[in-house]
């Protein structure tokens, strides 16, 4: 049996959360190398998981790593913010739960193929290997414009507008072609250690659309009913755009602010939340885990 390639994040927390469902379908549309959905099958013996992934390397692993669970697991390959409403549309009340575990796996960023950490070989950081979108595209096609949204709208960066320029003149004499180069270059001008994760941060998202996907999730899943919803981030855009919409689920009345009073008819809640606030590891979790640092849960009942 293989071993699961990294370590799976807050998970006592996602096995609590999901404790009293008893049947019915749990969707994982983060798979990745299985650990939550394992341990979730174990637990909840009578559910079935279907586990959405965009990353081959995911899938082909789990065919074997899952191979016991065969009657109650099912593999989907996609992004999840389009496959969610596929199987929404498909399952409909059968759906009691759903896993949402966002960010890149640590295998993915250990392996230097891939292109996601600051040590790999090349400029990648595509979860779909399928797609031609990649890192070194972005660097060496993408204009200023753009460049300066990216680092200021995903790496939240005071100097995107710095940065976007000089990665146009580096490139005008010499395109990246290595991470290392261009770790170099962000090394050169930008003496701030911090830079670097917020810059690859900016990039990978812009890659693989992340807010988007996850923008789709909490769209397609706000018709639901008792479901119990449950995402973890790992960045602060990521926290507060699933805090807002928590929040918005929350609301019985949905006029706006300057209302004088209510005319919307003060019956739009659709739930509520099933974390006041964002779970986080335990000190026991971060010895074992240190990237589970910024991990965040939060979790919301569909009523």
Do not use: W
Not at 65 to 80: P, S
Not at 143 to 154: H, S
Request: hydrophobic content about 40%; proline content about 2%; some cysteine.
């Amino acid at each position: 049996m293989q071993k699961i390639p990294h370590i799976p994040v807050l998970l006592n927390e996602v096995l609590d959360i999901f404790a009293s469902i008893k049947e019915g379908i749990i969707i994982d549309c983060t798979l990745g190398f299985g650990g939550h959905t394992k341990a979730l099958l174990e637990q909840n013996k009578n559910i079935k998981i279907i586990g959405i992934d965009r990353d081959a390397d995911a899938r082909n692993f789990n065919q074997e790593f899952l191979i016991q669970y065969k009657d109650r697991f099912e593999c989907f390959a996609g992004n999840f913010g389009d496959s969610i409403k596929i199987l929404i549309d498909r399952y409909g009340n059968q759906i009691k739960g759903i896993l949402a575990d966002i960010g890149v796996s640590s295998f993915q960023i250990d392996t230097p193929h891939r292109g996601f950490g600051f040590e790999s070989d090349i400029l990648d950081m595509r979860m779909d290997r399928e797609k031609n979108l990649d890192a070194k595209y972005i660097l060496n096609h993408y204009g200023a414009y753009d460049l300066e949204n990216i680092f200021r709208n995903f790496g939240e960066l005071k100097e995107a507008k710095k940065l976007a320029s000089l990665i146009i003149q580096e490139r005008n004499k010499q395109e990246f072609l290595y991470a290392k180069d261009f770790n170099s270059f962000l090394k050169k001008y930008f003496k701030n250690p911090k830079i670097l994760p917020l810059v690859y941060q900016a990039i990978r998202i812009e890659v693989n659309q992340e807010l988007e996907e996850l923008q789709k999730l909490l769209t397609y899943s706000s018709d639901l009913r008792d479901v119990i919803l449950c995402i973890i981030t790992f960045h602060s855009l990521e926290d507060r755009m699933v805090k807002q919409a928590f929040r918005d689920f929350s609301q019985s009345c949905i006029c706006p602010k300057e209302s004088f009073k209510c005319t919307c008819g003060d019956n739009h809640q659709k739930g509520f939340l099933l974390t006041k606030k964002p779970l986080i590891a335990a000190k026991e979790e971060l010895k074992a885990n240190s990237r589970a640092r910024s991990a965040k849960l939060r979790a919301f009942y569909f009523q």
